[in-house]
């Protein structure tokens, strides 16, 4: 069995790999139909015997050349080359041509569909055995007798082979909306549905002796749609309006949000140009970003990049224009549409101080009020959010300031651009003269990696241990699907949500430092440290309290 099976990666296919895999599919469906088909004629003509012949010395060759220059499976695919060759050199005995076709048509199955269970699977077996079934009768050509009725047993094949075709239709993620007629992939599963529908009613109107060969034209070229299925790119999800997207165009993904009328916010790995605008970088944030104006409906975002330029479409509906958003909600976004959430962006992370983030904060004002620190500088940006962690932290009893002080400590509880803008200050501060000695502490929301690199060391309390398998397991999503990106706290929570998970309720006070402790390809004891996932990509972030109280 090759690994060019249904579910090979669409982008990563020559054409001559796809040709190779639709000829040694019908081919050896060629062979495995007169095999198992030999019982139903008495002897069998020289020119069918030539036919299968030509199909098994074709199946070999095939066969040869997978195993030499491809990925694949050598047991299934030398188990195919026998059953094969062996085929035409048995037609003349029956059950032992039977027992062999059997044998190559479980492979043919094995083939296309030992990865599917289900409804997949039920489909991919009724369309190999259907397209096996017809190409056998039509070259044997058995007769018109008692036993075997040539239009009724076409009747079946062919109801069968459209009844998977449907089916296929239906798990295939398309459904039945415009994707099925204005794409490769639609266009593909209509041809394997459409044409044995053709050949059913077909076999109420031909003459029996016209029906197999003409149906059989039908079968091959709705079997070579088949086939080919596995190469052609699965079309993206329709967008939806106001649910943000995530699509794909000059070879690297593409956020949009909130994807309504009016400006939103585009969010790609580099820099670009989306429909006349740069995108570029800002602090704080990875990637690039740009802010585009999209109208009311359906429209397209071009998209330039590295002399390429492609389009994605968007549907912004008909609804409200869209509200202000910033890269902290649209990474949030992000993470929801990557856990499998596809509902509408009605709120950002700035809009309010969750449960979570506040007990955070309050934990460590408290732990800041136990080191007896003299005096904290606390830094916010006049949301909501930062409105109300201000006055979580004043209320600890601990003297408070807007300015900088001497002998102080600062906790930034603001956005991700006015965090930005502070760190950076204080970054330069300190090779300059010493600048808040108590250490420097920022609100859960600013676990970035950009921000927590922007300064030499900092602290922040989260509900979560970022090593954990349960949060690496989204920043490995995340860089599997944006490359570059780095997890946020709210990306991980919208992430967690989506799969109705949560984090623990506890809260530990974390130290980042910019430079890992070893060398990122260096290992200790058989351990790696470096992984895939990072939070922070050549960083540390390391437990440095038990459970906040």
């Not at 991919?124 to 017809?134: M, S």
């Not at 031909?206 to 149906?215: K, T």
């Not at 492609?310 to 902290?328: M, N, Q, W, Y």
Request: glycine share 10%.
């Amino acid at each position: 069995m090759t690994d060019m099976g249904m579910d090979m990666p669409a982008t990563g296919v020559p054409a001559a790999v796809l040709l190779l895999r639709i000829v040694l599919l019908l081919a050896s469906a060629t062979v495995a139909g007169i095999g198992l088909l030999r019982p139903t004629v008495a002897s069998v003509r020289r020119g069918t015997v030539l036919i299968a012949s030509i199909a098994a010395a074709v199946t070999a060759v095939a066969d040869v050349i997978s195993l030499l220059w491809l990925d694949t499976s050598a047991p299934f695919a030398i188990g195919q080359l026998v059953l094969a060759v062996a085929v035409p050199a048995t037609l003349r005995w029956r059950t032992p041509a039977a027992y062999l076709g059997f044998g190559l048509l479980v492979v043919l199955i094995s083939e296309i569909s030992l990865s599917h269970m289900g409804i997949e699977f039920l489909a991919d077996t009724g369309y190999t055995v259907g397209v096996v079934a017809w190409l056998g009768l039509t070259l044997l050509a058995p007769a018109d007798t008692g036993r075997l009725r040539a239009r009724p047993v076409a009747l079946t094949l062919a109801t069968v082979l459209a009844l998977a075709g449907v089916l296929q239709i239906a798990v295939s993620g398309v459904g039945f909306d415009r994707r099925l007629y204005d794409t490769g992939f639609g266009l593909a599963l209509l041809v394997v549905a459409l044409l044995p529908i053709a050949a059913t009613a077909l076999t109420l109107t031909l003459p029996a002796r016209r029906l197999y060969p003409v149906g059989a034209l039908l079968v091959v070229v709705a079997y070579v749609a088949w086939a080919a299925l596995g190469a052609i790119p699965r079309p993206a999800d329709l967008p939806t309006p106001g649910v943000p997207l995530l699509g794909e165009a000059t070879g690297v993904p593409v956020l949009v949000a909130p994807q309504r009328p009016g400006r939103n916010l585009v969010h790609l790995p580099e820099q670009a140009t989306v429909n006349g605008v740069k995108a570029v970088t800002r602090p704080g944030v990875n990637g690039a970003w740009a802010e585009v104006d999209l109208p009311p409906g359906r429209s397209s975002l071009r998209i330039s990049r590295d002399g390429k330029e492609s389009t994605l479409a968007v549907d912004t509906g008909s609804g409200p224009e869209a509200r202000a958003i910033d890269p902290e909600c649209a990474n949030a976004a992000l993470g929801g549409l990557l856990g499998g959430s596809r509902v509408a962006l009605a709120s950002c992370p700035s809009d309010v101080l969750s449960t979570e983030d506040s007990d955070s904060v309050r934990k460590l004002a408290d732990y800041l009020k136990g080191r007896k620190i003299p005096s904290i500088t606390v830094v916010g940006d006049g949301s909501p959010r930062a409105k109300a962690a201000e006055e979580v932290v004043r209320q600890a009893g601990i003297p408070v300031s807007d300015t900088e002080q001497p002998n102080s400590a600062l906790v930034v509880v603001a956005g991700w651009s006015d965090a930005a803008a502070e760190l950076n200050k204080v970054a330069v501060e300190q090779t300059q003269k010493p600048t808040y000695i108590y250490g420097v502490y920022l609100a859960p929301w600013l676990l970035t990696a950009p921000l927590l690199k922007s300064v030499v060391s900092s602290a922040i309390p989260l509900h979560f241990d970022p090593r954990d398998p349960q949060t690496l397991a989204y920043t490995v999503a995340l860089s599997n699907a944006f490359p570059g990106e780095t997890g946020t706290i709210g990306g991980l929570d919208q992430w967690l949500a989506a799969q109705g998970q949560h984090t623990e309720p506890a809260v530990r006070l974390y130290a980042s430092a910019q430079v890992d402790a070893m060398p990122m390809d260096s290992t200790m004891d058989g351990m790696e440290m470096a992984y895939p996932g990072q939070w922070v990509p050549n960083g540390t972030i390391v437990p440095i309290s038990g459970p906040l109280s």
